[in-house]
């Protein structure tokens, strides 16, 4: 079983939708979950940094942590073009150990 | 603030030669960087630790003889791809943790594509 489990899409919506991203993980240790976003051929760009459970709004994107469930989610409210990108989550048990990345869903906005 | 950049971008190079990418902090210093490999449509993957004064710590399955990692100061970190082959065509990213110290705030570099002929 992997550590970290994402669905890789594709995934496309029209303009203006909410999206939902989605990861789990087996790992009970994790302590911090992170959003990425990968432009094609670009390294990825930290989107949003939870610790431990609960939600976090940044703008148009919500962060929510379901540690009882090892569920973690990513909320694009009024998703535009410009969102379309691979989304990564990542996380870790903290004290400079290991990150495990998901593999990455791939969304399209269409305008 | 917190930039990482690479060098270069993007490489192709012939069977049998080595390749060496920099990974730099721009305006903060990183005692710790650290490389990752991404194959097409998989996820990145940590090949090893970097860590300024002191030897690189790599992953189970990363050869170091291959791979060589050399932390030259606090903003500088390089990876040698010694006698490269097909298989080793990639993309590599490098990150060092945020100024805040935190390891679970990385700050990605924009990769380089290796492509080996």
């Known amino acids: 079983q992997k550590e970290v489990e994402q669905d890789p899409g594709p995934l496309s919506v029209p303009e203006g939708a909410i999206v939902s991203l989605n990861c789990t993980y087996s790992n009970s240790a994790f302590q911090y979950f992170m959003w990425y976003r990968q432009y094609s051929r670009k390294g990825p760009e930290l989107l949003m940094y939870?610790?431990?459970?609960g939600n976090k709004e940044d703008g148009r994107f919500t962060a929510q942590v379901d540690k009882s469930s090892k569920y973690i989610s990513l909320f694009i409210r009024d998703s535009q073009p410009s969102d379309s990108a691979t989304y990564l989550c990542?996380?870790?048990?903290?004290?400079?150990?290991?990150?495990?990345f998901g593999t990455g869903t791939s969304l399209t906005v269409i305008p | 603030g917190a930039v990482v950049s690479q060098h270069p971008s993007w490489v192709i190079c012939k069977s049998g030669t080595s390749v060496k990418i920099e990974c730099r902090s721009l305006d903060f210093q990183a005692t710790t960087m650290f490389w990752y490999r991404q194959f097409p449509k998989q996820s990145l993957m940590l090949m090893a630790t970097s860590n300024e004064g002191s030897k690189a710590t790599y992953e189970q399955g990363v050869e170091k003889d291959k791979f060589l990692i050399n932390h030259a100061s606090l903003t500088l970190s390089t990876l040698t791809v010694t006698s490269a082959h097909p298989e080793d065509s990639s993309f590599y990213i490098c990150?060092?943790?945020?100024?805040?110290?935190?390891?679970?705030?990385?700050?990605f570099g924009p990769g380089t594509r290796l492509t080996v002929l």
């Open positions: 990150s060092a943790p945020g100024t805040s110290g935190s390891y679970n705030e990385q700050f």
């Open positions: 990542a996380m870790s048990a903290g004290g400079g150990n290991q990150f495990y």
């Open positions: 939870t610790y431990s459970s």
